[in-house]
């Protein structure tokens, strides 16, 4: 897959936004019921990112957007913060504000843009129906689970 260049910073995680389309509409009720109706199973999430490199490393992020992702054509996999820690997910830039690009100062290149990502969901390993023991999901149980998975787990 076109993997995002792992020796690069990944997006500035204190200038991200996530909008998610609803699974469903209502319809408008002069009186009576409102009706719902489900729409989609899993609608994709659209995520706007900032990268912000020196000018090495913007080279080299320009040169795999225009020569591995044929100028934001393919998707690919990069590590992006979530609600769930970090993860890889599989993305598309959207042709919409395409790599807006910008210098913060005089030693780096900034590039915001939107990123498509079609499948946004808790990970495989992340347990199911766990907000319904929110007392287990604090920091200190997150970091054991962590431990678990990583440690206790890795032979499986």
């Known amino acids: 897959m076109n993997d995002y ?3 690069l910073e990944t997006v500035l995680l204190s200038s ?3 909008q998610q389309q609803a699974s469903f509409t209502a319809t408008d009720a002069r009186s009576g019921a409102v009706y719902v109706k489900k729409t989609a199973i899993d609608p994709p999430a659209i995520r706007s990112v900032t990268f912000r490199f020196p000018r ?3 080279a080299i992020f320009l040169g795999w957007f225009n020569s591995q992702l044929k100028k ?5 996999d990069i590590p992006l913060m979530t609600e769930w820690g970090m993860q890889t997910l ?3 830039f959207l042709p919409d504000s395409l790599l807006d690009t910008t210098r913060p100062n005089t030693l780096h290149w900034q590039y915001t843009a939107q990123l498509l990502i079609p499948s946004y969901k808790a990970p495989d390993y992340w ?3 766990s907000y319904q023991f929110p007392e287990y999901m604090d920091d200190d ?3 054991f689970l962590d431990i678990i998975i990583n440690e206790q787990l890795a032979e499986v």
């Open 127 to 129: 347990p199911d129906g």
């Open 5 to 7: 260049p792992l020796n």
């Open 72 to 76: 934001g054509l393919e998707p690919f």
């Open 90 to 92: 599989r993305c598309r």
């Open 141 to 143: 149980a997150i970091r």
């Open 56 to 58: 090495h490393k913007a």
């Open 16 to 18: 991200y936004s996530r």
